[in-house]
């Protein structure tokens, strides 16, 4: 099963603070929408997300669709089709992907409540 790109969504409460932080680690801003409460860091392929009052977890997240530099991929398995694979695994979906052709994404928590996300931002193949 291909995921797409990987990132984790951190919960922070303060967006400048954390932003600073994670360059301190070496991260450079990657696209800085502090405005809109959230910012994405990078450091070579990893990828985090800081997000300020949008959600009260840290959340693992995958890309269906995207290389890990976010890039567009050709041939990808669409998050509708990992959402069947997964119910059909007998996993519990929390937030369904639609019925629909485009961006979609969907919601589950791993047996010790953490939450993955199926975050699918381009157009089935």
């Known amino acids: 099963m ?14 400048q603070r954390s932003v600073a932080f994670y360059e301190a680690l070496g ?9 809109q409460g959230w910012c994405v860091m990078r450091s070579d392929t990893t990828t985090i997300g800081l997000f300020q009052g949008m959600f009260e977890d840290n959340i693992l997240t995958f890309n269906p669709g995207w290389a890990q530099d976010v890039s567009a991929l050709e041939d990808f398995e669409d998050v509708r089709a990992l959402q069947a ?26 047996p010790d409540g953490n939450i993955i996300m199926f975050d699918q931002h381009v157009p089935k193949p």
Not at 27 to 35: H, P, T
């Open 2 to 15: 291909k995921l797409g790109a990987f990132s984790v969504s951190l919960a922070v409460k303060d967006i």
């Open 27 to 35: 991260f450079e801003l990657a696209g800085d929408y502090s405005d």
């Open 85 to 110: 694979r997964l119910e059909a695994a007998g996993l519990e979906v929390d937030t369904r992907a639609d019925d629909g052709d485009g961006p979609a994404h969907l919601v589950l928590r791993d």
